[in-house]
């Protein structure tokens, strides 16, 4: 089966994976376009050197979601593949790697496996259903019962 493999750094936000990433992408990426076919971004700025690496489709960064859609693509150009790889540089600082390690494994490969597949489906039933308003008017008249029940106590 085959695998695929992504420079990828995700956060809470696309802004925020930016932000991680300013720390170590100019030296990082300018070093990988010497020595791997990754392109080489004439961009003055780290934010335009991020720009191109993203457009290139040489790295991922963003969010869960971006990575989830981006699986999604490849996915369907490929034909389908047995696993897609998080490949971490150090374009970020080591806790900000862990960060996007965590949120990959919440929300990009429970995406993939299934896992939350019974949840939306769950969530989906709540939505479309009235059983909120049978189980509040139960709720209330069980209480309204108690409190009648306690009155008659009381006298």
Known sequence: MR???AITHIAETEEQAR???AH???EIWNYLAHVSPLPASEK???EGMIDDAIASGAVLIGTPD???ELIRKLADQTGGFGSSVMTLTDFTTFDRQKRAVELWAE???PEFRGQ???VRE???WARDNEWKTSTMAEINAASAKYAQQKQAQQK
């Open 24 to 26: 170590g992408f100019e």
């Open 122 to 124: 769950h969530n989906a």
């Open 44 to 46: 003055p700025d780290v």
């Open 116 to 118: 939350l597949q019974p």
């Open 19 to 21: 932000r991680d990433c």
């Open 66 to 68: 971006t990575a989830i």
């Open 107 to 109: 929300y990009v490969i």
């Open 3 to 5: 695998r695929l493999s």
